[in-house]
């Protein structure tokens, strides 16, 4: 019943009438169809990131799904809710002959953007890999690389972007929209990277340092009181220098084992998920092929997360302060612990 719902769907404390997601699970129906193997918790550990098994998205969710990306993606058409939107970037690789679309925030537009981030094929697993916690969504990403010319997304760790916010418990979920290929710019991860750090348990410097100079610049702008100061926060974080993580940033060390274990891909299938650590480095090449390479990101935080600086973490989200618990409208509770048994599950190390 869409007529029904607000039109900002961030009011919704969980899933919406819509009919997108079924109605969430409990105790052992829960953790027999959507838990994470033993196995698998293993290779999240030891990699950095694992790839489902099975699929988490029905055939009816991954269709919603691609027809609302695909609606959001028309620029001649902008969707009659953008204002609400974190970002949008129709072409995020302006200037460099490739394409790439990506936005933040399209959880509040529509109810299959919305619902799929309360999905429990997806959110039980999100709280094994935070060590069992309850699990609180951060914010969402689409990704679209358009046929022939859609551009890399550089090689970075998550955590290097959101590190005003902390400690770290931090993890990502790629959700792929149409099957993902060597051709058409699957996601690559370079397995066992999320041990790299810096000064005791830092994230690497960002290659491309776009995304802490823009909070930086939002951030004074609003110590300033300047009105731009949101805009300057929506402003773009990627850039298509894909090696310059590994040429400007890695220790002699770091490269070694980089050559020891390569990037590799699950490439994976439509409406499967790889979830992986916020410290794992991950990137993608372009796609070259006849036809569109989408995704969708799921960020999530465990309960508890707090905010390490001052003003808005997001466009459109609500100011906080340092040492600040991040919950409320803009970061739900997205998988409460109540609903199974964790301690009889395998769950992450770190």
């Given at each position: ?25 409990s105790?052992m ?8 193997t ?6 999240y ?14 055939p ?17 058409n902008p ?32 109810p ?26 951060w ?35 790629h ?19 999320h ?7 830092r ?14 610049r ?8 300047q ?5 300057t926060?929506a ?7 894909m ?30 998920a ?6 794992c480095?991950?990137g ?20 508890g ?7 808005s ?11 600040e ?26």
């Amino acid at each position: 019943m869409e007529n029904d719902l607000p039109r900002d769907l961030s009011e919704l404390p969980g899933i919406s009438s819509a009919g997108f997601a079924p109605a969430p699970l409990s105790g052992m129906e829960l953790s027999t169809q959507h838990a994470l193997t033993a196995e698998e918790v293993e290779r999240y550990d030891r990699d950095g990131y694992v790839a489902t098994s099975r699929p988490v998205l029905t055939p009816a969710q991954l269709e919603a799904l691609r027809h609302d990306l695909d609606a959001l993606t028309d620029q001649r058409n902008p969707h009659p809710k953008v204002d609400l939107l974190n970002e949008l970037h129709y072409n995020e690789a302006e200037g460099s002959g490739q394409v790439l679309f990506h936005c933040l925030g399209h959880w509040r537009i529509a109810p299959s953007f919305h619902d799929v981030a309360f999905l429990d094929s997806i959110c039980l697993p999100a709280c094994q890999l935070l060590q069992g916690r309850p699990v609180r969504f951060w914010h969402d990403q689409a990704f679209v690389k358009p046929a022939g010319d859609g551009a890399v997304v550089q090689w970075h760790q998550d955590y290097s972007y959101w590190d005003r916010t902390g400690p770290r418990a931090h993890l990502t979920v790629h959700i792929a929209l149409d099957d993902q290929t060597d051709e058409n710019g699957a996601l690559h991860y370079v397995p066992g990277s999320h041990r790299w750090t810096r000064d005791g348990g830092r994230p690497l410097p960002q290659a491309a340092a776009k995304a802490r100079e823009k909070m930086a610049r939002a951030r004074d702008l609003a110590r300033a009181g300047q009105a731009d100061a949101e805009e300057t926060l929506a402003g773009a974080s990627f850039d298509t220098d894909m090696d310059a993580l590994y040429n400007d940033v890695l220790t002699d060390d770091e490269r070694s084992q980089w050559a020891a274990r390569p990037p590799e891909s699950a490439r994976l299938k439509a409406g499967y998920a790889a979830f992986h650590h916020a410290l794992c480095v991950h990137g993608s090449w372009g796609n070259t092929s006849g036809a569109p390479r989408r995704a969708i990101v799921l960020n999530y935080f465990a309960h508890g997360t707090r905010a390490y600086m001052e003003g808005s973490l997001l466009k459109g989200v609500p100011a906080v302060r340092p040492g600040e618990v991040l919950g409320g409208q803009f970061h739900p509770v997205v998988f409460n612990t109540n609903r199974v048994n964790v301690s009889a599950l395998p769950v992450a190390s770190s």
